[in-house]
């Protein structure tokens, strides 16, 4: 059975912290890996992954890829409370298989 | 559109009646995705669109959940004889479907349907 698991599923830091944060896969069709980021119902796009060892950046946000260890990490520097969200990660092709996310939350 | 839209926003309804829940892809993205993220879970995949294709309809949890695509734009998710368990939130996204960019899902806002 696909399975796309996420941690921690929760975690508090403070502004100015770094996190990391984990997605391992177990999809039977992959093609790429997405990171979204979810504040209240619509997840908003952050990245797409499909090649092992590509860190991808945007600002203060990274992520790569590890397809040997069918793994992910989307790490987040400088922590600010806007970063406040739940972290999606799925793995697929058309139907991607999401994981439960974790919930982020940045304290002042 | 600027982006995909959803309605209604939030939809009550009296167990064992029948929901439509809409979606309006971004202009010109030929694939559409229905999800649905019950309280505290992951996304679930329910269905997928793509172009005048069959849909992929291997995510629907049981045969009262339905979807249409009109037109190649506009879809309709529609649950029958709706359970208390169908509360969730119903989100649609759509992509293009040209190579890489296929994955690349934008999300509309979501429908929270409330089975009482």
């Known amino acids: 059975e696909d399975k796309v698991v996420q941690s921690p599923l929760s975690l508090v830091v403070h502004e100015g912290d770094t996190v990391t944060l984990n997605c391992s896969y177990e999809?039977?069709?992959?093609?790429?890996l997405l990171w979204y980021k979810q504040e209240k119902k619509a997840p908003t796009f952050l990245f797409m992954l499909t090649s092992s060892g590509i860190e991808k950046k945007s600002g203060r946000l990274s992520s790569i890829l590890d397809k040997k260890e069918l793994f992910s990490i989307l790490n987040i520097t400088a922590t600010q409370t806007g970063d406040s969200a739940v972290y999606l990660c799925a793995g697929g092709v058309n139907d991607m298989r999401f994981g439960a996310g974790t919930r982020l939350t940045v304290k002042p | 559109g600027a982006g995909v839209s959803q309605s209604p926003s939030n939809k009550v309804t009296e167990k064992g009646k029948d929901v439509e829940l809409r979606c309006d892809p971004i202009?010109?993205?030929?694939?559409l995705y229905w999800y649905r993220q019950s309280l505290g879970q992951g996304l679930e995949f329910l269905i997928y669109f793509q172009g005048n294709s069959a849909p992929d309809k291997s995510g629907l949890p049981s045969d009262r959940f339905s979807a249409e695509r009109t037109g190649g734009s506009v879809s309709t998710l529609t649950i029958q004889r709706t359970q208390q368990e169908d509360s969730a939130v119903y989100l649609c996204?759509?992509?293009?479907?040209?190579?890489?960019?296929?994955?690349?899902?934008?999300f509309g806002p979501g429908t929270r349907l409330l089975v009482l």
């Open positions: 999809v039977t069709n992959f093609r790429s």
């Open positions: 202009s010109g993205h030929t694939a």
């Open positions: 996204a759509s992509s293009l479907a040209t190579g890489r960019s296929r994955e690349t899902q934008y």
